[in-house]
């Protein structure tokens, strides 16, 4: 399980919620640190050491449809440009700020993408910029003429100013003036007005992100068992279609998972942003403790059962796994809230 949009500022403990899964696995599991991030690990831990150093937007690409009777994911015929993955999201204006709150990182349904996609053609695609919906609700966005540069993902940037995160120096020039066009653009559309009268977040920006790395054509494997993967990321879809194997919708909870008696394993990816746009309300301690009680609690609890053989759980970079009897390592002291994925 990987929390995807948890990530603590240094010396933060957590978000103070009560979360007894969270806290279980952070005392009794073995705990390392993830340097390249969990899409890197979990591309290893697949048998993927292919796809090492890969740009994420490659691994993305795999899902995106593709020319009519081509593979989902190949290019049209002599396209170029680099690749990103382009999120959808809602920037708060402050007086001396622009916010990204975990709600604003937005997942477009597919009939949104391909309005959007269609409208960006009309637009820039004179400059040789194209966009391509995913099933994970966000798009791939190719550049030509735009070198890749190392950009920030929106869920390490959710709950904070985004300034500091966007791309600096001569290089990136190119790129923050493209997204600047794609949001006086966006300012004009109908989708956005559409939305806005349903109640629900407009689209202020589309993020780019996960270009740096290798330019790869990643190899497609044949159909065979394995994991099943749970959850809205654009490379955990990529990642799957290249097992050739399908990214399924996060159930509503762990159990609708277990009771599957084909499952061998399941990946789930949990966002909470995700979580909170279901309640308008609700704050992270809330959404965090509502992901514990979906699907950390239970997976523990089918651990000791003995109807799951390991559990791990990822989240601030840190991957915590716990098997049968760790629990029986009392000698551990429990810390509160995340201080362990800290």
Same mark, same amino acid.
Request: charged share 20%.
């Given at each position: ?10 010396? @933060?403990?957590?978000?103070?919620? @009560? ?47 593709? =020319? ?18 382009? &999120?959808?999201?809602?920037? &708060?204006?402050?007086? #001396? ?11 477009? =349904? ?7 996609? @269609? ?13 391509? =919906? ?16 190392? &950009? ?19 290089? @990136?020039? =190119? ?16 989708? %956005? ?17 996960? #270009?740096?790395?290798? #330019? ?6 044949? #159909?065979?068992?394995?994991? *099943? ?11 799957? *279609? ?17 009771? +599957? ?21 609700? &704050? ?31 989240? %601030? +970079?840190?991957?915590?796994?716990? $098997? $049968? ?18």
């Amino acid at each position: 399980m990987v929390i995807a949009d948890l990530y603590l500022p240094h010396g @933060a403990n957590g978000t103070g919620g @009560a979360v007894p899964g969270i806290e279980c696995a952070g005392r009794f599991g073995e705990r390392a640190a993830l340097q390249h991030g969990w899409r890197e690990w979990l591309a290893h831990a697949l048998g993927r050491e292919d796809l090492a150093g890969a740009a994420p937007a490659c691994i993305a690409a795999a899902a995106a449809d593709g =020319p009519p009777g081509a593979p989902p994911g190949e290019a049209p015929a002599g396209a170029t440009g680099t690749l990103w993955i382009a &999120t959808p999201l809602q920037l &708060t204006a402050g007086a #001396a700020r622009l916010y990204l709150d975990h709600r604003g990182v937005l997942r477009l =349904p597919r009939a949104e993408l391909a309005a959007l996609a @269609a409208a960006f053609q009309d637009t820039f695609a004179v400059s040789g910029f194209t966009l391509t =919906p995913l099933s994970s609700g966000d798009f791939i966005l190719r550049t030509a003429g735009i070198a890749p540069v190392a &950009t920030i993902e929106p869920a390490r940037c959710a709950g904070n100013d985004v300034a500091e995160a966007l791309p600096r120096g001569a290089a @990136a020039a =190119p790129l923050r003036r493209l997204v600047a066009e794609i949001e006086m653009w966006l300012h004009g559309q109908g989708l %956005n007005e559409a939305r806005v009268r349903r109640g629900e977040p407009p689209v202020t920006t589309l993020w780019p992100w996960g #270009a740096e790395g290798r #330019a790869v054509q990643p190899e497609r494997r044949e #159909a065979r068992a394995t994991l *099943r993967a749970f959850g809205a990321d654009p490379y955990l879809s990529g990642l799957w *279609r290249l097992q050739a194997d399908e990214c399924r919708a996060l159930p509503g909870r762990l159990e609708d998972v277990l009771a +599957d008696e084909h499952t061998c394993g399941v990946v789930l990816v949990l966002q909470m942003g995700q979580e909170l746009q279901t309640d308008r309300h609700g &704050t992270l301690a809330q959404s965090l403790a509502h992901l514990d009680a979906r699907f950390v609690s239970p997976a523990l609890k089918a651990l000791r059962r003995g109807e799951v053989s390991s559990v791990t759980l990822i989240a %601030n +970079d840190t991957r915590v796994t716990l $098997r $049968r009897r760790s629990h029986l390592r009392l000698w551990r002291r429990p810390r509160a809230g995340l201080r362990s994925f800290a």
